[in-house]
């Protein structure tokens, strides 16, 4: 997701490459990121801060505990924006604790083709200043939202885990044309070719997608017989369990040190 900020910064000309800075662990990611890039790769914490006004953390959620405790001192009066799934802004706050503000985002991996949408909350109102660097930040991977930090969890489990549901989603559209007796590469095209423009449709039309199912349903139709087996099966009760359950793993996530 880093990368895909990069991108999108570099892509929309939000920022030059001479105005990012990176910095990986223990392997070679920051160098190959920013071979492919421009940008700079920083050989410790206190070059690639030095300089710096805003801060992105995109490590992995379980790596925070072990983060350098210098961090503290280094962010000192900078923008720190945290994209780490499950960690609060109360957390976040343990570690940077002299930043001038903390945001906490939720982006997903359509963001990678700027397709994206993230939702995000602040621990203190943002100045303009830095609203404006929030737009910036997030907006190159695609739409926002601004929300509660208690909206989260539901966010999470909603748009950040939802394209993996709906990856499934189309694997199954394939795996039911082949069982029709298409070819994989048939059911494949037209698997994909069929969720993104039923999606373009949802996105331009704005209409409810309920009305937009049933226009396409006629009584007793073959929409409908299909309609029918899954209500009978359970299809939408079984979305609603897949994201609570993924809203309560992102809970669980949050308490964790």
Do not use: Y
């Amino acid at each position: 997701m880093a990368s895909a900020m990069v991108g999108g910064l570099l892509t929309t000309k939000a920022a030059r490459p001479a105005e990012i800075v990176c910095i990986g662990g223990d392997d070679d990611t920051a160098q190959i990121l920013a071979g492919r890039t421009g940008i700079a790769a920083a050989p410790d914490l206190a070059s690639l801060l030095a300089s710096a006004d805003t801060v992105v953390l995109a490590c992995k959620p379980q790596q925070l505990a072990g983060l350098d405790p210098r961090l503290a001192g280094l962010t000192a009066g900078r923008l720190v924006i945290s994209i780490l799934a499950g960690k609060r802004l109360a957390r976040l706050a343990g570690t940077f604790s002299q930043a001038r503000n903390l945001v906490r985002a939720m982006p997903n991996t359509p963001g990678q083709i700027g397709a994206g949408i993230t939702g995000w909350a602040s621990l203190k109102p943002l100045s303009a200043s830095d609203r404006a660097v929030v737009d910036t930040v997030l907006g190159a991977l695609g739409e926002m939202v601004a929300l509660n930090e208690a909206d989260l969890d539901a966010v999470t489990a909603l748009s950040g885990s939802g394209p993996a549901f709906l990856f499934e989603f189309v694997a199954a559209l394939r795996e039911g044309g082949v069982a029709a007796g298409l070819s994989r590469e048939v059911a494949t095209k037209l698997a994909q070719a069929t969720v993104l423009g039923s999606a373009r449709l949802l996105a331009e039309t704005r209409i409810e997608p309920e009305a937009l199912r049933d226009q396409v349903t006629s009584p007793h139709g073959t929409t409908f017989a299909g309609l029918q087996c899954m209500t009978a099966r359970g299809f939408r009760d079984t979305l609603k369990a897949t994201i609570l359950a993924a809203k309560a793993r992102s809970e669980e996530l949050s308490q964790d040190a």
